[in-house]
Structures are given as structure tokens and as C-alpha cells.
């Protein structure tokens, strides 16, 4: 089955620097690659997701980037702001529409500094 | 529209007493999901449904059954709940016919003692 890794498991930034989380996945038949956002207590949210057919796609402060020859993705997050302290994690799909459901990294823990 | 609706948010079990955890969602998805987070090992699935009538193991399925009642309603049930299996357990939905973003519910924090 599909075995994602992520890192850094912790990752510590000054307000308005950028931060970067990166993703591997072990499966080439993964073509679906969303990334969720879960403040402490509350429910994994979807902030960004990419497609195989795509390399990059942006969001505002949010971007995602994707090598499919290497097997891995990356979030990118600039001009940091406090509310974007959280854990984020990236996942992989195989299905593409997310039917046998997603395989997750362990998490990364994202603490904006003022 | 409530989205995903879990119940309950919390609950003690003692080891070997069974319980049901409910998940219902509103926004007429296919496919249905149950998945547990501990602490550093991120979300990992119990077993999931891809449509009405169907149901498949996921990457941890034992010490669990679910039953899709209908469309709308994926149940897990714990026949006899053991220490390993204190946990935060999320429900979630996806359309699988176009947009795959997976709604969660509020997630059901157990503790077997």
C-alpha cells in the first residue's frame, strides 16, 4: 500500500517568514494529493490540493508543488501570519477521487514565532 | 447544512465493553470513511465505503466492525474496546464523482480504561 513521510515533524518560523513542509510518497499510481490544516481540537480542514496532471498550484499565501518523477510534494506558506500556527499534514490518494480513502503523513507541527 | 455530524464527542469505556460511534453527513457523498489519530502517527483508516452497500478494510481495521446503513449514516462499532484503542476517531465524507476533498466530522475522543 501507499506509505507516506513527512518533514519536519516540527517546524518553528518568525512571523512573516515562509515555511516549507515536504511530503514523499512510495506509490506512482498516487494521482491525488490534498493537505489539511487542524488547529488544537478542532477537525482536520482542506487548505490545498493538487493533481498529478498539475506541478504547482497557488492559493493566496498557499502553494503546493509536486514532482511526480521524484515521488514528492511540498507546501509552501509565505509572509507567515500567527493564525497559521497549526498541524498540517499531507496525504496521497490513489483512487484520484478519494474512494478507498486517504493514506496521511504523521504531521507537521507549524508554531509561527512574533 | 451541518456537513459531518459524529456523536458522541467523548466517552470512557472499561476494557471489554462494547460501543457504537455514529457518523451521518448531509452532503449526499458516495463514499464514507473512519479514521483514528494518536498522538505522532497522523490519521490512519479503520475501513472505509465507497458507496451504499459497500464496506472495505482500511490500514488498521482490527478490533473494529462499521455497517452502512444507508447513504447518508457509516457506524463503527467496538465489540470489545481494549486500552490500544483510546483514541481520537474521525468520521469523514467525499463525492468521489468529482471533487475528492474529504470533510471530516468533529471527531469522538475515546478513552478505554
Known amino acids: 500500500g501507499e506509505n507516506v513521510e513527512q518533514h519536519p515533524s516540527t517546524l518553528s518560523v518568525q512571523e512573516g517568514d515562509s515555511a516549507v513542509i515536504k511530503c514523499t510518497y512510495s506509490d506512482s499510481a498516487s494521482n491525488y494529493f490534498p493537505w489539511y490544516k487542524q488547529e488544537l481540537g478542532k477537525r482536520p480542514q482542506l487548505i490545498i490540493d493538487?493533481?498529478?496532471?498539475?506541478g504547482e498550484k497557488k492559493d493566496q499565501r498557499i502553494a503546493v508543488t509536486l514532482n511526480k518523477t521524484a515521488k514528492h510534494f511540498s507546501l509552501h506558506i509565505t509572509e507567515t501570519q500567527p493564525e497559521d500556527s497549526a498541524v498540517y499534514f499531507c496525504a496521497a490518494s490513489s483512487s484520484g477521487g478519494g474512494a478507498d480513502g486517504l493514506t496521511f503523513g504523521k504531521g507537521t507541527h507549524l508554531i509561527i514565532q512574533p | 447544512n451541518a456537513g459531518v455530524t459524529q456523536t458522541p464527542k467523548f466517552q470512557v469505556l472499561k476494557t471489554g465493553q462494547s460501543m457504537t460511534l455514529q457518523c451521518a453527513q448531509d452532503?449526499?457523498?458516495?463514499?464514507m470513511y473512519w479514521y483514528r489519530q494518536d498522538p505522532g502517527m497522523g490519521l490512519r483508516l479503520i475501513y472505509y465505503s465507497a458507496s451504499e452497500g459497500t464496506t472495505d478494510k482500511g490500514e488498521v481495521p482490527n478490533g473494529y466492525n462499521v455497517s452502512r446503513l444507508n447513504k447518508r449514516e457509516f457506524s463503527l462499532r467496538l465489540e470489545s474496546a481494549a486500552p490500544s484503542q483510546t483514541s481520537v476517531y474521525f468520521c469523514?465524507?467525499?463525492?468521489?464523482?468529482?471533487?475528492?476533498?474529504?470533510?471530516f466530522g468533529q471527531g469522538t475522543r475515546l478513552t478505554v480504561v
Open positions: 493538487i493533481r498529478s496532471n498539475v
Open positions: 469523514a465524507s467525499s463525492d468521489t464523482g468529482g471533487r475528492a476533498e474529504a470533510f
Open positions: 452532503m449526499n457523498h458516495n463514499s
